[in-house]
Structures are given as structure tokens and as C-alpha cells.
Nanobody, 124 residues
Framework: QVQLAESGGGLVQAGGSLRLSCAAS??????????WGWFRQAPGKEREFVAL????????EYADSVKDRFAISRDNAKNTVSLQMNSLKSEDTAVYYC???????????????WGQGTQVTVSS
């Protein structure tokens, strides 16, 4: 059984930085075959796309709201993906989820595996 586990969330002041990480476990999971995504969900809102990185690692995409502030990266050998978040704003407050899938897009429907989420709170 594949499991994804996020870490690194917390409380930070506006303008600060956080680094989220997500680790996959399970005998059948091979990071080399997977694309990764980060999504977030604020209270009362739908889950929204934040960033993704494709299988090869050279192609990334970002939501306009986080472009130039967030950076996604992956370590295939460790089955991990990270999200470096800089210049955080109060509107970045949400539960952040990592996800993995073989043929990913910005749609949540293209991901096979999901983590439980980690809370990020940005105080203004």
C-alpha cells in the first residue's frame, strides 16, 4: 500500500518562508515513474492547484498566485518532493496536500495517491 506523508507545515509571519516535504512509502511506489503535485485547501474553499513537477523533473508548473514565490523539487532516490515557499502571504494559509500520479495535470483527478495534508498558517 502506498502512503504519502507531508511535513514542514506550521505558523509563519507574512514575508517568511517554509519548506514542505512529502515522502512516499510502499513497495510498489517508484518515484521515477511518477509526477508530483502540491495542492491546497483553505476553509470553505475548494482544493486548488499549487505546483507540479513532471516525471523527468525538468518540467514544472505553478499557479499564478504562487509563481516566483514557490519552488517545487523532487528527489527520486528518496521518493520525496518538496515545496519551498517564500514571501508568504496571509492568503497562502491553507492545508497543503502532496499528490502523485503517472500522468499528471493541474486537475486533482489525475493523481492516484494523496497525503493527509499539513497546515500552513501565515499571520499578517
Amino acid at each position: 500500500q502506498v502512503q504519502l506523508a507531508e511535513s514542514g507545515g506550521g505558523l509563519v509571519q507574512a514575508g517568511g518562508s517554509l519548506r514542505l516535504s512529502c515522502a512516499a512509502s510502499g513497495r510498489t511506489f517508484s518515484s521515477y515513474l511518477m509526477g508530483w503535485g502540491w495542492f491546497r485547501q483553505a476553509p470553505g474553499k475548494e482544493r486548488e492547484f499549487v505546483a507540479l513537477i513532471h516525471r523527468g523533473g525538468s518540467i514544472t508548473e505553478y499557479a499564478d498566485s504562487v509563481k516566483d514565490r514557490f519552488a517545487i523539487s523532487r528527489d527520486n532516490a528518496k521518493n520525496t518532493v518538496s515545496l519551498q515557499m517564500n514571501s508568504l502571504k496571509s492568503e497562502d494559509t491553507a492545508v497543503y496536500y502532496c499528490a502523485a500520479g503517472e500522468s499528471i495535470t493541474r486537475s486533482t483527478r489525475t493523481y492516484n495517491y494523496w497525503g493527509q495534508g499539513t497546515q500552513v498558517t501565515v499571520s499578517s
